[in-house]
Each structure stands twice: as C-alpha cells, then as structure tokens.
C-alpha cells in the first residue's frame, strides 16, 4: 500500500504547502448567522467513511487531532465544514489586482468566491452558504483553500474541474476552452432524491450549489430584485388590469422572506411604486435589509402593519414594511379582518421546507432553530400544519380576490408534501401542474423568457465605482426603449439602477436583456476594457434563465409540449457554452427549487478587451439564450416562435432553428375523441 509520505511528495498543490503547521481554530465574530444543525443522521459505518473523505484533504500528521475535531463538527452541525482553515476576519471580493494568478480568469474566479462568501452577501458565511438556506460554494474549507491554490496556478492551457466543491485537479485543455467546468449536486437517477443526496452530503461527496452559489455568479440581492421587479409589475399588469406603461401605484403585495434572494422583494416593490408587506420571523435578516434601506420599517402587529400600508396606497407613495413575525399570522389577520391584498406570494425558503427553510407558526425562530438543533422531534408535523393552513388562507384570499401566485421556491409542491392533493390540477399528483400558477408560468415565461430576456449581469473587477457608471451608462445606449414595453422598463431599470443603490458586495449590475441586447452589451464592454476605458468585467448570468433550466415547478412551467419533465434544454446550454469557449461553466442539480426537481447552469466570461474574447460573445452569448428560445418555440410558446422567425431571418446563413408546425386543435380533438369512442 501506498503511504501518506509518498502521497504528499507525489502533489505540488496541497494544504501543507499553504500551512506549515495547522492553523489555529478561528474565531466566530458575534452576530454573524449561522446555519442550523443539518441534523446528523449517518449509519456508524457511513460516519467513519465521512471522516476518511473529510480527512484525504490533510495531510496524515494532523489527523489525529483533527479527526476529534471533524466528528463533533459532524455530529454537531450535520457537516464537517473544517472551520480552522477558514481564514480569519472578513473575506471579501477584493479588487483583481489584490489577487495572485497565472491567467486573469484565475484570479477573477477568486474575486467572484470571496464575493459569495461575503459577510455582507453569504447568508451563512461560517458554513459557506451564499444564499437560499442551503446554496454553498462549495462543502468546506479545506476545499476552498485547496480551490484558491487550483485558481492561483491555473493557466490558460488548463482548465480546473469542480465536482461539487471538490477540486478534482487541472486538465491540459487551450486557450479556447473554459478555464473552469463546475458541477454541484448530480445524482445518478435512481439515488436522485433528497434523502440520498442529504447522505451525500453529510458523506462530503455532494455540494448543493443551489444556482449562483456553487457557480461562484452570485452578486447579491441585487441579482434578484430586476426579476422580482419584472414579475410583480408584470403580475400587476396581467392580472390587475394595469395598463403596460404604468406600475403599481396604491397596490399591495403581501409577501414573506427577507433573506438572501427574498430579501429584495422590499427593495422591487419599491421601485415598481406599489407598496409592500414582507413577513420575516428572524429578525437580524429585518435589521440587515433596514439598515441597506431596502425595508422602510419594522412592525410587529398585524393590525398596524395593514394601517400603515392603507395609508401610503392612499397618498399613492411607495413603501416596504416589514412585518415581524410569521406570515401565516399575517394572513390569519388579513382573513380575519377582510383586508384587500391585491398580490400575494411567499419565498420562504420551500425547497428546504423540512431543513429550516420554512418556519412553522406558533414558535419563534429562536424555537425552530432549537427543535432543528436537538433533533427535529415533531418538526415535520408543524412544518406540514402550517404549510395547510397557509394554503387555506390563499384560498379564501383569492376567493376574494387576491391574485396569488409562487415565486419560485417550491411552496406550492412543498403545500402538496404536506399531504395537501386537491392543490394539484388534477387532484392527485403533480403532473399537470397545480391549481395556482408559478410566476413563470404565465408572468415570467411568456413575458420575458420566451422572448429570450433574462438576468444578463456583470461584475466590474476592478472594484471601482467609477466603471460601474461606466458601464451602466454604456448599457443603456445599447437599449431602445421604444421597440417593446420590456425594453422600456429596463431601460428605466438601467437608467435608476445607481440611484436606486442596489449593490451589496462587489461593483456588480444586472440587467435582464434578450440574446442581442446581451451580445452587444458584451461587446460594448470588451472593447471599453480593450481602450482601458474600464477594468476587466465579469460577465454571467443568473441560471434561473431562459435556456439554462430544467425545472417544471419553475423556470420550465409554461413549457406545456410534454418536455416540461425533461433536462436536455440545461445540459444542452451547459456543454454548448463550454464548447463556445465561456470561461466557466456550471451545471447543478436542485437550484431554487431542491434536489431532483430542476438541472440548471451558468457560465461567466472575462472580459480581457481581447479579439479572442469579443469572438466568444459572438458566437456563445447568442446560443446561451437563444438555445433556450428555440426550445421554447418547439414547445409552441407563440412569442418564442415570433422571435425564432425573426432570429432565422437575422443570423441567415449563421443560425437556423427548427420551428413547429401548428396541428388544429379541433381537429385533434375530434378524431381523438371519436376513435377513443370507437374503441369503448
Ligand atoms: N424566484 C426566484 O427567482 C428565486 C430566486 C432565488 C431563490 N428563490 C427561492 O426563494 C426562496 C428564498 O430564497 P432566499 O435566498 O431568500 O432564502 P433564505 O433562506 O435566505 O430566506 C428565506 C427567509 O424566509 C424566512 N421565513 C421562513 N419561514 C418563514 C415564515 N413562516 N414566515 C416568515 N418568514 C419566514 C426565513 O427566516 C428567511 O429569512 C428559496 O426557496 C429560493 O430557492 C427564488
């Protein structure tokens, strides 16, 4: 057998080389969030195997004291997170130029994982996760120790492989390949469920990279609030009866979470002019978003927080309120009392209903975060009573006339968990959809994805203010405001986007734009880095996107030709972008909506200001969105079929997509329906 001397002499990329000695177990600053337990379950044999995987990170000298160290950790928190090697104090996205590399992806990769782990950003810095209860960058310390080393040594020949949080190593690839191919949480079909995966996990082989988080494109709340914007304006539009160019003045949205991603429903609210009440049971996440100025202020009764919100809808003046407490209290009040909420949704964190994601009513956090602590005694059963009665009360709410719709977190498959069939369309399963829409479904979809517009970002590298103005301004020349009402409100979007101040973390900007509105932004930007009008950009994109997700529950759920239970789209656009020379490229199970019910990925590009750069924008950021459109218009999604036309007539000769021919749906009917009559 091989020993741990010839192991170590045989790598040049090691933990020993970073440490000489083993680093010092590392405060925890006070009032910094921590994850709950991840409630430890593992077999006796499966907890050895865990430390075994934990301990192939360090070198032999240290395991006899860190073997202790990791199963109490284990047994603890559920995951060994190996805190001593998490560098001390606050981690931040520091300007590229701080950064040490071979290749300037490596280094822009290293801004972007310091960003997601931001004190200011991560929604548990200690436990790597960035955002979504369970969204980690990767699985512990040791590996982002070891990944800082992989980035620092990467060069422009190789490319760094990731599978879930683990670096694998580097590859010979060239130049034109990615620098880095990022898997997180892929499960062999069979074993595809939570349970398996939750062993996995506590195993050290899977890491949930929820969307951003594991693909290192996180940026903050920001990232969501242009969609969140989108949606309840559009939601206001569609279903209020509000006319395209006007918003939400004197309208309510009652809503909840104000955590990582749900934290910028305050702030979109806002902006769109309506008026807002957020419920939130912990209140450092109500004190994170008042002092960013994305809440106006804090009320604890029910009775208040409506008082206060009838009064600015009657002055016609914005506000968003956060109410303390639980949102199934809120609306017992709003039933009780017969108060008139015009939009009502929820993001609370669903897709980990069970894991903390969703607080039962009747208990405080502080109590939830005790009963996850010790073991879950009876925890499930709460979960599942609240999650019915918060579906009775959206019943009698949209009785009377509340417009309700899921914004993407899987509360209303988690309403059906709960033992709840009847919010299924066909009163069994979930299948065909459920009785109340997810926002994609026919807000989000037909409105912006089927034309190909989605969360285009970027992050400015150097860290200076000075290129995020540049490079908004530079963004809104490339919008014609007048061709549609979508480019018109990004085009305001853009316009207030620094007077709005929406950026947490590093310079960072998003934007939702269609395939040409995304090249040639890209290009506009590439050649303002090449005249060093600007430091180098990183672009990318959210994964919750037109083309680069799978998720029936959400981001596929107006695609209604079958395919909806189908992930070739995701994988499509992954493997598409990396054979089209992104610079990263990610690929994850789960996302927003937990493991087995979505594939989604990423990418992000660094701009360098080179030719070889602009070539890639030309021929990857057209495909990343239009790949997705044309999936969309094969599903018979009419606004992806208009755009498809125009784009085969655009890129002639370039690109050609396959579009649909339209059957008679009376004519299928019938010779349906009489040859099914034939044969009873
Ligand atoms: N629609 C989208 O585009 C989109 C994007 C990203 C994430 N999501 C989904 O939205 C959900 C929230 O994401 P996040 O990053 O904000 O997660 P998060 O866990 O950071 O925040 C959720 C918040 O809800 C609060 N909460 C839980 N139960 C509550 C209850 N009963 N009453 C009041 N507050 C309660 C929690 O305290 C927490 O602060 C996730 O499921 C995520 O996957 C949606």
Redesign the pocket.
Do not use: K, W
């Given at each position: 057998m091989i020993d741990n001397q010839h192991i170590s002499n045989s790598m040049t990329i090691k933990l020993e080389d970073i440490f000489e000695d083993l680093p010092p177990m590392p405060q925890f600053a006070a009032g910094i969030r921590r994850a709950p337990s991840r409630h430890f379950t593992l077999s006796l044999k499966d907890t050895q195997l865990a430390l075994k995987n934990a301990l192939r990170y360090v070198p032999e000298r240290w395991h006899q004291q860190l073997a202790p160290e990791f199963l109490e950790e284990l047994l603890t928190r559920g995951r060994i997170y190996g805190y001593r090697f998490r560098p001390e104090g606050h981690i931040k996205g520091r300007p590229i130029d701080e950064y040490c590399g071979r290749c300037i992806e490596g280094r822009a990769f290293q801004v972007m994982i310091d960003n997601n782990l931001d004190f200011d950003v991560a929604?548990y810095p200690y436990e790597l996760v960035t955002?979504?209860?369970t969204?980690q960058v990767c699985q512990n310390w040791m590996q982002y120790r070891l990944i800082r080393k992989y980035l620092e040594t990467l060069s422009r020949e190789q490319t760094l492989v990731m599978e879930s949080g683990h670096p694998l190593g580097l590859f010979k690839s060239s130049p034109r390949a990615p620098r880095a191919i990022v898997t997180n949480g892929l499960m062999v079909g069979c074993f595809d469920d939570q349970q398996n995966w939750n062993r996995a996990a506590a195993l050290g082989v899977s890491n949930y990279g929820?969307?951003t988080a594991g693909g290192w494109m996180y940026i903050g709340p920001q990232g969501?609030v242009h969609?969140?914007y989108s949606t309840i304006l559009n939601a206001g539009r569609d279903k209020l009866g509000i006319p395209a160019d006007q918003d939400l003045t004197g309208r309510l949205l009652v809503t909840?979470?104000?955590?990582?991603?749900?934290?910028a429903q305050g702030k979109a609210i806002e902006i769109a002019n309506g008026v807002g009440i957020i419920?939130?049971?912990?209140y450092s996440?109500i004190q994170t978003r008042l002092e960013q100025g994305w809440i106006g202020q804090a009320i604890d009764d029910p009775a208040e927080a409506f008082k206060v919100a009838v009064q600015y809808q009657q002055q016609k003046k914005s506000a968003a309120i956060a109410f303390y407490?639980?949102?199934?209290d809120l609306l017992e009040y709003a039933a009780n009392n017969k108060v008139k909420i015009d939009l009502l949704s929820d993001?609370?964190?669903?897709?980990?209903v069970y894991e903390g994601?969703?607080?039962?009513?009747g208990i405080s956090?502080k109590e939830r975060t005790e009963l996850l602590q010790s073991g879950h005694a009876g925890f499930k059963e709460m979960v599942d009573a609240?999650l019915r009665r918060h579906y009775e009360l959206i019943q009698t709410l949209t009785e009377r006339g509340t417009y309700f719709f899921d914004?993407?977190?899987?509360f209303l498959k988690a309403v059906y968990d709960a033992g709840v069939n009847e919010i299924c369309k066909n009163g069994t399963n979930p299948i065909d959809g459920f009785i109340f829409q997810s926002?994609v479904e026919d807000i989000m979809g037909p409105i912006l994805f089927d034309y190909g517009y989605g969360p285009f970002r970027w992050v400015c590298l150097s860290g200076k203010e000075e290129d995020l103005k540049k490079t908004d301004r530079a963004a809104m020349k490339c919008i014609d405001p007048q061709r549609r009402f979508q480019d018109r409100d990004n085009y305001v979007w853009i316009r207030d986007a620094e007077k709005n101040k929406l950026v947490v973390g590093t310079k960072a900007r998003i934007l939702y734009q269609d395939a040409m509105g995304r090249m040639n932004i890209a290009l506009k930007f590439n050649e303002m880095v090449r005249n060093g009008k600007i430091g180098p950009v990183m672009l990318g994109r959210?994964h919750?996107d037109t083309g680069g997700t799978d998720s029936p529950f959400?981001e596929t759920a107006n695609i209604k030709d079958g395919s909806n239970i189908t992930a070739d789209m995701a994988i499509q656009c992954y493997a598409g972008n990396a054979a089209r020379g992104m610079s990263l490229v990610a690929l994850h199970n789960g996302?927003?909506?937990g493991i087995g019910n979505a594939i989604n990925g990423g990418f992000g590009l660094v701009l360098d200001g080179s030719q070889r750069v602009d070539a890639v924008i030309r021929r990857a950021i057209p495909w990343d969105v239009m790949g997705g459109v044309a999936r969309r218009a094969w599903a018979r999604n009419q606004n992806s079929i208009d755009t498809s036309i125009q784009y085969n007539r655009m890129r002639k000769g370039s690109d050609h997509i396959t579009i649909p021919y339209i059957a008679d749906d009376k004519m299928i009917e019938k010779l349906v329906t009489e040859k099914f009559r034939d044969k009873e």
């Open positions: 929604l955002y979504g209860e969204g929820q969307m969501i969609g969140t909840s979470g104000l955590g990582g991603m749900s934290g419920a939130e049971v912990d996440r407490g639980n949102v199934v993001q609370t964190s669903c897709h980990a994601g969703y607080c039962p009513q956090f609240t914004y993407g977190n899987s926002y959210d919750h959400r996302g927003g909506v």
